[in-house]
């Protein structure tokens, strides 16, 4: 199918940037198509560990890449990654940037930062990266786009706009050192040299691609539950990783969406502050987090670690429109007797639901029901096929499948690029 869309079924960090490197292989053009370098994927190749948070995937790969309109995006992680793969011996020749994205200046950090520390013990738990001020810039029609450091006088005349307002903020309200307009339009100016030749229409390449039959590859940079409309509000992101977005977020028309592949891990983690019903509690949190090496890509900070939730995971394929599923870490999961899977809420008032809460008030307050499955001890490092999976992790996989209603098409195993399962 054309266009296939790959979007996070949790809180994040399922190991999107994993399977989209391997569906990768077979597609002809890779798309990220919202968020910004707060999010990161990890890829290891024959050893190589990549830690890309602007690019899109499909870089590892050498294919084409497409960061969209709906991106927002830091000049400087950006031109990092570009270097660290040019220095690596990789092309980056087929590397394209919406001219409409937008950018990430250093006002955003700033106020990113300074607005967390103010906030306290209410602080959402932003990764400080700047992307929440940037989308809220895009909103108030006071943003800088990419397409603007091609022009070094627009981009002066934004840039002076913006810090009329944005060094009277910082200021007053955060009390933090103002930015002086001569040194960031030198510094956006010189960016502009190394990013000129990337900037392209990005909707018109992929549109063409289409046309022509091509394999296109969407991937977004958060997840489901973070979603800012659909998400645990309001500890989310700051724009919109559901697959629907996908084509809004790169200029496409939605009934050019052809395939949806949600990504879930085997257990489920979130980063930050929160609500988190499945969350475990005591030694066996920590014993999950280690397993599974679940600290941030981008932050190094630790993530929470639970139990799988299939309310969760039943909203997910709800809201995106899922119609296969990847698992991955199920090998993480090969060290506990036991595997408690969440299949209901229990509520405030005694009841029980299979349905996520629509209101948040409900969520806060809810306690997961379990089914408690049978752990296996086997290592699956060595499974060549789903088929050779231990009998308990196949029921697992099963279990997970008639729950939701979807076919679990991919199985992680391990950490490297080929510790992959599929299943027929």
């Known amino acids: 199918m054309p266009a296939t869309v790959i979007v996070g079924a949790q809180w994040g960090d399922e190991g999107k940037g994993k399977i989209v490197d391997l569906l990768a292989q077979d597609s002809d053009v890779v798309c990220r198509y919202q968020g910004g370098p707060n999010a990161g994927h990890t890829i290891v190749v024959d050893g190589e560990t990549y830690k890309i948070r602007a690019l899109p995937s499909g870089i590892v790969r050498g294919k084409p890449c497409v960061i969209g309109n709906g991106c927002v995006v830091d000049l400087e992680v950006l031109i990092g990654e570009l270097d660290d793969f040019e220095s690596r011996g990789r092309s980056t020749d087929e590397v394209y940037v919406s001219g409409n994205a937008h950018l990430i200046m250093p006002w955003h950090l700033a106020i990113d930062q300074a ?85 392209a229409d990005t909707s018109l390449y992929v549109d063409n691609a289409l046309r022509a039959g091509k394999d296109v590859l969407f991937e977004g940079a958060q997840a489901t539950l973070l979603d800012l409309d659909h998400g645990t509000y309001p500890f989310v992101t700051s724009s919109n990783p559901v697959a629907s977005n996908a084509a809004t977020g790169v200029g496409i028309g939605p009934q050019r969406i052809d395939r949806v592949i949600g990504v879930a891990k085997a257990y489920v983690t979130r980063v930050g502050e929160g609500p988190f019903p499945s969350e475990i509690e005591g030694a066996d949190q920590e014993r999950m987090r280690e397993l599974g090496h679940e600290y941030g890509t981008v932050t190094g900070r630790s993530r929470r670690c639970g139990w799988l939730d299939l309310v969760a995971l039943r909203y997910a394929v709800r809201v995106n429109g899922i119609d296969q599923l990847a698992l991955t870490k199920l090998d993480v999961l090969s060290h506990f007797d036991e595997l408690p899977v969440c299949v209901r809420y229990r509520t405030p008032d005694g009841g029980e639901t299979r349905d996520f809460p629509a209101h948040q008030s409900d969520f806060h307050a809810a306690e997961p029901v379990y089914d408690v499955l049978p752990g296996w001890s086997e290592p699956l490092d060595g499974c060549a096929s789903a088929g050779e999976l231990p009998e308990a992790a196949r029921g697992y996989v099963e279990f997970v499948e008639r729950e939701l209603d979807v076919e679990v098409t991919l199985v992680g195993t391990g950490a490297d690029r080929a510790s992959v399962l599929t299943r027929a």
């Open 115 to 199: 607005s967390e520390r103010r906030l306290g013990k209410l602080a959402i738990g932003t990764t400080k990266r700047g992307i929440g001020p940037c989308y809220a810039d895009k909103a108030m029609r006071l943003g800088i786009r990419v397409q603007d450091i091609l022009d070094p006088k627009i981009l002066r005349q934004k840039i002076e706009v913006a810090l009329a307002e944005k060094n009277l903020w910082l200021q007053r309200v955060y009390d933090s050192e103002p930015f002086d307009l001569e040194t960031v339009a030198a510094q956006y100016e010189g960016h502009a040299q190394r990013l000129r030749r990337y900037v």
